[in-house]
T-cell receptor
Framework: AQSVTQLGSHVSVSEGALVLLRCNYSSSVPPYLFWYVQYPNQGLQLLLKYTSAATLVKGINGFEAEFKKSETSFHLTKPSAHMSDAAEYFC????????????????FGQGTILTVHP | EAEVAQSPRYKITEKSQAVAFWCDPISGHATLYWYRQILGQGPELLVQ????????DSQLPKDRFSAERLKGVDSTLKIQPAELGDSAMYLC????????????FGNGTRLTVT
C-alpha cells in the first residue's frame, strides 16, 4: 500500500526566505503525487501534481516540487516566502488500484504547518 | 470556478445522537469521496463512490456510519450514534474520474460531539 511521510510537522521561515517542505513516499508502482494547501477551517486546495511527465512540477503561487525516484521524494519549494503562504501543507499519493478504477483515492501525509515571520 | 458544496459548515451534537452531512459535487464529476480529518492529522478516506456505487468503504466504521449517493449526484454521510471520538472535520471531494484528475475539496463540516 502507498504511504507518505512528511518530515517536520512545523516549519518556520522569515518572509523572503526559501521554503522547503519535505515529502517521502512509498509505492510499489510509479506514483501520482500531489501537494495540497489548507487554510484554517477550509478545504484543501491543489498546489501541484506529478503524473509521470516532467520531474520538476510548477504549481500555483510560485510553488514547485521535484520528483526524485532514486530518493522516493517529492519536496515542495518556493524561493521567497510570503506572509500569505502561512498554512498547512499536505503531500498525497494516489492509489491507482486494479485496472486504474481506484484512481483518486489519495493517501495523505500528516501535514506540515508553515509559519512565516515578518 | 465550480465548487464542491457542503453543509452544514459546523455541527455540534451530543453523543448518542444522529448527525448527517450533505455534499454536492462539481457538476459532471462521477467520483465522490468522503474524508475525515482529525485535528492535527491528514485526511483519511472513509468512502469512495463511482456514480451511485460504492467502490471503497474499507475504512468506514459501518456499525455507526453510512453513506449514500442515490442518484449519482449529491451524497449524504450519516453517523448514528455519534461518539466523542467522531469529532473531526468531514471533507467531501469530487473528481471527473480520469486517471490524472486531481480531487476538488469542499470547505468541510466541522463536527463537535459533546
Amino acid at each position: 500500500a502507498q504511504s507518505v511521510t512528511q518530515l517536520g510537522s512545523h516549519v518556520s521561515v522569515s518572509e523572503g526566505a526559501l521554503v522547503l517542505l519535505r515529502c517521502n513516499y512509498s509505492s510499489s508502482v510509479p506514483p501520482y503525487l500531489f501537494w495540497y494547501v489548507q487554510y484554517p477551517n477550509q478545504g484543501l486546495q491543489l498546489l501541484l501534481k506529478y503524473t509521470s511527465a516532467a520531474t520538476l512540477v510548477k504549481g500555483i503561487n510560485g510553488f514547485e516540487a521535484e520528483f526524485k525516484k532514486s530518493e522516493t521524494s517529492f519536496h515542495l519549494t518556493k524561493p521567497s516566502a510570503h506572509m500569505s503562504d502561512a498554512a498547512e501543507y499536505f503531500c498525497a499519493v494516489s492509489d491507482l488500484g486494479a485496472g486504474g478504477t481506484s484512481y483518486g483515492k489519495l493517501t495523505f501525509g500528516q501535514g506540515t504547518i508553515l509559519t512565516v515571520h515578518p | 470556478e465550480a465548487e464542491v458544496a457542503q453543509s452544514p459548515r459546523y455541527k455540534i451534537t451530543e453523543k448518542s445522537q444522529a448527525v448527517a452531512f450533505w455534499c454536492d459535487p462539481i457538476s459532471g464529476h462521477a467520483t465522490l469521496y468522503w474524508y475525515r480529518q482529525i485535528l492535527g492529522q491528514g485526511p483519511e478516506l472513509l468512502v469512495q463512490f463511482q456514480d451511485e456505487s460504492v467502490v471503497d468503504d474499507s475504512q468506514l466504521p459501518k456499525d455507526r456510519f453510512s453513506a449514500e449517493r442515490l442518484k449519482g449526484v449529491d451524497s449524504t454521510l450519516k453517523i448514528q450514534p455519534a461518539e466523542l471520538g467522531d469529532s473531526a472535520m468531514y471533507l467531501c471531494a469530487s473528481s471527473p474520474g480520469q486517471y490524472n484528475s486531481p480531487l476538488h475539496f469542499g470547505n468541510g463540516t466541522r463536527l463537535t460531539v459533546t
